[in-house]
Each structure stands twice: as structure tokens, then as C-alpha cells.
């Protein structure tokens, strides 16, 4: 572990951590797990305690050894056994970016080669197929079949004014692909002009992020960014937030980037998207990467809200203090049973609000979310926002559900 791999301000931060703990009560794995180790207050110490021992004359003159591989290794399950969710950071008193340091350290562990087994099966899936599930690429677009009126083209145009990333986890998983197929429904409905860019779309690089592996970032960068331009688009829209939140952070473009609630309540305003009756009580759970992360709170509640019928009921922990589905950070291939188990926690919070379906707005949450309610047999409808406005889309045909 080398000081190289940090910023001086985080250097300066990790010293002001002042130990209040704040950050471990909020941390939805320290507390599924009922497992301290798992949060920053004890990733900080050990940060800090670990650096002190491999660098400077004290660490000399006092002896300390750095630590052994085993050591290491035990510490890196900790710190990879965390959804990225900055719940930790949004309590912070002393305002430390918490996300960002957790992220140094990941690549930090791998370049000290001690990280979780799976770190190397993204590493393997991303190089050779473009995705992180290691699928045939070419079949990024095949979900298209499954709509009831597909379009020859499978959406994929040689020039649109708007591109839209599906994301991986939506192009390949049968649950999620219900998302994509909504959103064009809705596109097509409100005559967006838009396209997908088929196997020219890799992955947006947030698994990369997440395992510590941003060495690889710039090849999916510069063949999405290429991509993009050579359809002339001028916005790109996204119904994940993590590759919302990629393109945000780390694309520097001056293309529009706009997340499925944005375009929504834009379509919505302008009176493109006409919304039938639907009576039903509803929660909304605010994704990390777009609450947290990118503050897009109040677009989704506009849109619920303009669905006539459905009422709102808010959870007990919501916008910046929502509380992570489990689905974020890699957790669930590194530890899919904590991931279980924080999804657990809050579908139990959703209960509590009597809603009869959560609406979200990301794939993986959906993911996430469904998966446990399944699981558990309990009687509860787990929804994106982009399927729910689909379900209320006048005219149309009635939506698959
Ligand atoms: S990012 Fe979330 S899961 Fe990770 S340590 Fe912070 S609060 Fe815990
Ligand atoms: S909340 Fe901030 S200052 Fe308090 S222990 Fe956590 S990281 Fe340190």
C-alpha cells in the first residue's frame, strides 16, 4: 500500500477523520452484517494504521512492519464488501469524500494484488466481451425482439438526435431488459428521435471503477464517446445511473446527458406523454449513483406525481438519506449474501410505508429489489420508473408486466 496512490487531500482528510462514527451507523452493510469491519470508521483506521507502517523514518525508528499479504488480504474483503452507496459521506460532519478514498484504496489493494477472486473474472468478462457478464456483445440489442411491434432496424440508426445507453446489466438480464423495452415505447410514443449503438456500446467503465481497475477506462471511453459522435447525437440518455454517473464524472464531453426521470418529466411538461388513471399507492426508492450522487431527487417525484391516481407515499429514509438496495459498489459478485441481506432491509422498509409497489430508477435496483421480494414470497410490486409511466402511456397497447 503506497501514499503514491492517494491525493495529499486525502491525505490531509484521512488525518481529520476525528473518529466520531458517526459513518458507521448509516452504513447499510456494517449493519446487515452486524459486522463493524465492514464500516469507514474501521476502513479509515486501517487506511491510515497501513500507510504509517510502509512509509517515513517513524515507522522506522518505531519498528512497525508493514503489513503481511495475509493482512492485506483480510483488510481488501472489508473494504470490497461495501456498495459505494456515500452514505458514509452524505453523515460525514467534516465533509471527507468518502466514495472518492474508497475508490483510491481499491486500486490501490489491486496493484498490492490483495483483492476479492471476482475482481479478476470483471477484469477477464470486460477485456475480452465488452460487457460485464462476459456475453456476446453483438447481442446487446436482442431484447428488442421481445417488444410486441420491434422495429427492423432492432432501433440501431446510422443518425439520431438523441443515443440511449442501455447499460449492461438491462441488455442482458430478462428482468431489466423490461426497462429498455419501456423507455422505446415511451421514446416512440413521444417521437423521440433516437437510437442504440448495438455492439458499438461497451460497457461505460463503472464496473472498472468499483473493482479498482480504472487502468482499463480509456479504451471504453474513447469507443463509447466515438460511438456517440458518429450518430450526430447531440443527447445521450441513460436508465442506469451508474452510467449516468460515469459519463457525468469521467467523459468530459459537452454532449447533454440527461437520466431517464429528466427526460421523462421533460416528455411529461411538454405534454408529450399522455397518462392514463392508474390507482395505486406507491414508494419511491432513490438509486445511490443518481440521488447521492448526481442530486436528481425531485424530477422522479414530479413524475410519479403527474401519473393521475398514484399517490406517493415517501420512505422513512429518503433522497440523500435513502438507504442502498445492496445491488451497488460490485457487492453482489463479491458477496451476494450480504448484498441479500441489505436488500432485505430495505424492502423491510418499504413495508413499512404500506406502499404496494416501490418505483425506482435504476436496473439494478430493480434487480436487486425483485430478487428479494421473490425470494421471500412477500406481496410487493418492484418497478422502474420508466415501467410505471409505461403502464399509464396513453395510447398504447397494455404493457407487459
Ligand atoms: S459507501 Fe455505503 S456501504 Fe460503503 S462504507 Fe460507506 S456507508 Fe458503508
Ligand atoms: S463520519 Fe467522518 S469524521 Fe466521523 S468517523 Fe466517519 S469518516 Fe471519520
Redesign the pocket.
Known amino acids: 500500500m503506497s501514499k503514491a496512490n492517494f491525493t495529499i487531500r486525502q491525505l490531509f482528510e484521512m488525518d481529520?477523520?476525528?473518529?466520531?462514527?458517526?459513518?458507521?451507523d448509516v452504513c447499510p452493510a456494517a449493519c446487515a452484517a452486524m459486522n463493524g469491519e465492514l464500516s469507514?470508521?474501521y476502513r479509515?483506521k486501517g487506511l491510515k494504521r497501513h500507510l504509517k507502517s510502509r512509509t517515513g523514518i517513524f515507522s522506522k525508528l518505531l519498528g512497525r512492519r508493514p503489513p503481511s499479504l495475509e493482512e492485506l488480504k483480510h483488510y481488501a474483503d472489508t473494504v470490497f464488501r461495501c456498495t459505494l452507496c456515500s452514505n458514509?459521506e452524505e453523515?460525514?460532519?467534516?465533509g471527507?469524500r468518502?466514495k472518492e478514498l474508497w475508490l483510491s484504496l481499491r486500486e490501490d489493494l489491486v496493484q498490492e494484488k490483495a483483492y476479492p477472486s471476482k475482481i479478476d473474472m470483471i477484469r477477464a468478462n470486460l477485456a475480452k466481451s465488452r460487457n460485464v457478464f462476459g456475453e456476446d456483445n453483438s447481442e446487446r440489442t436482442e431484447w428488442v425482439e421481445d417488444m410486441r411491434r420491434p422495429p427492423a432496424d432492432r432501433y440501431v440508426r446510422p443518425q439520431a438526435e438523441v443515443v440511449y445507453i442501455t447499460g449492461c446489466v438491462s441488455a442482458y438480464f430478462p428482468l431489466a431488459q423490461k426497462i429498455p423495452i419501456a423507455l422505446a415505447e415511451i421514446m416512440d410514443a413521444a417521437g423521440v428521435d433516437f437510437t442504440l449503438l448495438g455492439e458499438d456500446e461497451w460497457c461505460c467503465g463503472f464496473p472498472l471503477l468499483g473493482a479498482g481497475l480504472m487502468e482499463m477506462f480509456a479504451d471504453f471511453k474513447s469507443q463509447n464517446l466515438a460511438a456517440v459522435k458518429a450518430k450526430g447525437a447531440k443527447t445521450v440518455v441513460f436508465a442506469c445511473p451508474s452510467c449516468y454517473q460515469m459519463w457525468r464524472e469521467y467523459y468530459e464531453t459537452d454532449l447533454e446527458l440527461l437520466s431517464a426521470p429528466e427526460l421523462l418529466l421533460r416528455l411529461v411538461r411538454a405534454g408529450k406523454v399522455p397518462l392514463a388513471e392508474l390507482p395505486l399507492t406507491v414508494t419511491y426508492h432513490d438509486p445511490c449513483d443518481l440521488g447521492r450522487g448526481a442530486r436528481v431527487f425531485e424530477e422522479p417525484r414530479e413524475v410519479i406525481r403527474s401519473i393521475p391516481g398514484v399517490t406517493l407515499v415517501e420512505l422513512p429514509h429518503n433522497r440523500e438519506k435513502c438507504m442502498c438496495c445492496g445491488g451497488g459498489g460490485n457487492l453482489e459478485m463479491v458477496d451476494a449474501d450480504l448484498a441479500a441481506k441489505i436488500a432485505r432491509d430495505k424492502i423491510d422498509e418499504v413495508l413499512s410505508t404500506g406502499a404496494r409497489a416501490v418505483i425506482t430508477s435504476c436496473q439494478q435496483c430493480v434487480r436487486t429489489m425483485t430478487s428479494c421480494v421473490k425470494r421471500n414470497k412477500i406481496p410487493l410490486d418492484v418497478l422502474d420508473i420508466v415501467q410505471l409511466v409505461r403502464k399509464a402511456l396513453i395510447p398504447a397497447t397494455p404493457a407487459k408486466s
Do not use: E, Q
Not at 453523515?91 to 467534516?94: E, R, T, V
Open positions: 481529520a477523520c476525528t473518529n466520531c462514527r458517526l459513518c458507521a469507514a470508521v479509515m458514509c453523515i460525514c460532519p467534516l471527507i468518502l
